[in-house]
Each structure stands twice: as C-alpha cells, then as structure tokens.
C-alpha cells in the first residue's frame, strides 16, 4: 500500500522554466491537494480537488496550476517558475469530499529550489 | 490573514517533562481539530484529532484540551521522550469547503 506518491523528491529549476510535480494516491481518496510548507510559515494550501474534473484555488494559488482528470493524480503545474517559489511541496488525500472529519494523509515532499 | 494561531515556535523539553502546545482559532465554523506530527524530511502525519462537543481527548501520552468558549485548544504530551522530538502542527477545518487551516508549527525538541 503506497498512500500518497510524489515525484520527484528534489529538484532545481532556473527563473522562468515550467516543471510538474506529480501526486498520486492509491486509496480511492475523492479529495486531494497541494501545499507549500515555508520557514515560520506552516502549511499553506495551493490548490484542492474534491474530485475528478473539479478543482479550486486555495490561499496561496498565484503562479501553480492543477488539473484532475483521475481519481487517483493530481499534478501541480509551475508555469515559469520564480525564487519566491523555492518551497517544500506536499500533497494530501483524504477519504470523502473534503478533509472535514477525516485523516489527511500526505506525501514525502518535493523539495523545489529556483535559482 | 492567518486563522488559527501557534505557539510557542520552538520548545526544549527534557525527557521525562510535560510538553504542551497552544493554538487559538478565529472561525467559529470550524469543527474538527487535529494535531499532526512531522518529522524531518518525512510528510506530516495525523496524531490525535478532537470535535468541538468534547473538552478532552487523551490518546496515550498525548492529550488535547479543548476550551470552545475561548476559541483554544492545546496538546500535552506526558512523558516526554526524545523520539518525540519533531514539529508539531494544530489544524481546523470546517464550513462548506472543509479545507484544513494549519498552525504555523512548533519545533519540539526533547533533550536526553
């Protein structure tokens, strides 16, 4: 049982180039989303979906994009990628339409560096 | 604008001690409460969860109290050890979206 899949663990990007982070679970967990884990800053959501073909921003969403065509992927578009975006990148599903009630379970993170 | 309020950022606790961790929440809408663990390198991990209906919730050595008319609630870990020592996050959701709103964390470290 794999839970929450990120690839990759680490990566380093140069101002202005595009990337995908990929998240994938494989629990048949309707709701997914990414955060970005900064110093002194805690979680901050990015993006969410409660299912397949919805998703929606969340507080920190300017330069990501998403997209869920499956249950089970949920990728995290950097578009042209800035040092303000150097962050530890983490994805979470939870069972349900939301994670009111339920258990998140995360990734291992993607540790993403812009120079 | 930040929702739910940590502190203190950083704790040092020798083993044996009581470790306690406060937040205070804004939004009265929220309704579930969970503490997750995090240790470095690794993702974030549920540790012990509360609803508003209850005022404390103990699992082992870990114990959350919740004050609803003060909009607080606090982790206790007994006994504390140094396997303990990670950062711990207070969260709440609730309202339409359900969207979980962490704390900005507190770093535990548990001295042998």
């Known amino acids: 049982n794999a839970g929450v899949t990120q690839t990759p663990k680490f990566q380093v990007l140069k101002t202005g180039q595009s990337m995908t982070l990929q998240c994938a679970q494989d629990m048949n967990h309707e709701y997914m989303s990414w955060y970005r884990q900064d110093p002194g800053m805690g979680l901050r959501l990015i993006h969410y979906?409660?299912?397949?073909?919805?998703?929606d921003q969340g507080e920190v969403p300017n330069g990501y994009n998403v997209s869920r065509s499956t249950t089970e992927d949920f990728p995290l578009r950097l578009l042209s990628a800035a040092p303000s975006q150097t962050s530890v990148y983490f994805c979470?599903?939870?069972?349900?339409?939301?994670?009111?009630?339920?258990?998140?379970?995360f990734g291992q993170g993607t540790r993403l560096t812009v120079v | 604008q930040q929702q739910v309020k940590q502190s203190p950022q950083s704790l040092i606790v020798q083993k044996g001690g009581i470790s306690i961790i406060n937040c205070a929440y804004e939004n009265t809408a929220f309704d579930y409460f969970p503490w997750y663990q995090q240790f470095p390198g690794k993702g974030p991990a549920l540790l012990i969860a509360?609803?508003?209906?209850?005022s404390e919730k103990k699992e082992g050595r870990f114990t959350i109290s919740f004050n609803k008319s003060a909009k607080q609630f606090s982790l206790h870990i007994m006994d504390s050890q140094p396997g303990d020592s990670a950062t711990y996050f207070c969260?709440?959701?609730?309202?339409?979206?359900?969207?979980?709103?962490f704390g900005k964390g507190t770093k535990l470290s548990v001295k042998p």
């Open positions: 969260a709440a959701n609730g309202g339409s979206q359900g969207n979980l709103i």
């Open positions: 509360i609803r508003p209906d209850v």
């Open positions: 979906s409660v299912g397949a073909g919805i998703t």
């Open positions: 979470a599903s939870s069972y349900g339409g939301s994670t009111r009630n339920t258990e998140a379970f």
